[in-house]
């Protein structure tokens, strides 16, 4: 079983349409983090969070909001899906300390419409 | 402000040797990752530094210069699973990780 697993692998919606995607980590991390990946780009941070009762806003947060509803659970929404929101979505955890690597999931690949 | 360069595309032999450079500008300086990616799935972790000079895991092995703002991802005895993305991600001011667009290496027989 995957350390980190992310639901849905794939989705297309409409413009509009309000989608949740979910994070689920065995790993025991407390931080969790959301990325985008787009082609040409380099992976970009939505959000991250350091435990349960700490949301922070990465680089690119705009239009998207998360909920840590558990230490293993980080889910990621969009309010009202664009079509530049099309893209590649990958949850990621780390444990603490600088030299500590993210650990992705399989990533979630969302079109819209 | 905060710029990573690393090549876009790289091809290399099986066997051979490649190196893929990356040089960056961060807003401090708190260590360097290296991970690679096959297309369509995760990355993974390859490698970490954090002082200068060479670090040596199997056939990979990565270098620092963190005056030159530069780092090396050398991969020996090149074989067709290493084509893939390699993504150089170095940890700016309050351990924000940043990572490039990532050099895409074929591997030929």
């Known amino acids: 079983d995957a350390d980190v697993t992310q639901t849905p692998r794939n989705r297309i919606t409409k413009t509009g349409k309000r989608i949740m995607l979910e994070c689920s980590q065995t790993?025991?991390?407390?931080?969790m983090y959301w990325y985008r990946q787009d082609p040409g780009l380099g992976l970009r941070l939505i959000y991250y969070s350091f435990d349960v009762k700490d949301i922070n806003k990465g680089e690119i947060s705009d239009g998207y909001s998360v909920s840590r509803q558990a230490q293993a659970k980080f889910s990621l929404s969009l309010e009202s899906a664009i079509p530049n929101q099309t893209a590649l979505y990958f949850c990621?955890?780390?444990?603490?300390?600088?030299?500590?690597?993210?650990?992705f999931g399989n990533g979630t690949r969302l079109t819209v419409t | 402000g905060q710029n990573i360069d690393q090549p876009t595309e790289m091809t290399a032999t099986e066997g051979a040797i490649v190196q893929i450079n990356c040089t960056y500008q961060t807003s401090g300086f708190n260590g360097l990752f290296w991970y690679q990616q096959h297309a369509g799935e995760a990355p993974t972790f390859l490698s970490y530094n954090v002082l200068d000079g060479l670090e040596e895991k199997g056939r990979f092995s990565s270098f620092l210069s963190r005056s030159k703002g530069y780092s090396y991802l050398l991969l020996k005895e090149l074989q067709m699973k290493d084509s893939a993305s390699y993504l150089c991600?170095?940890?700016?001011?309050?351990?924000?990780?940043?990572f490039g667009a990532g050099t895409r290496l074929a591997v030929h027989p």
């Open positions: 790993k025991g991390h407390d931080r």
């Open positions: 990621a955890t780390s444990d603490r300390g600088g030299n500590s690597p993210l650990h």
């Open positions: 991600a170095p940890k700016g001011g309050y351990n924000k990780l940043i």
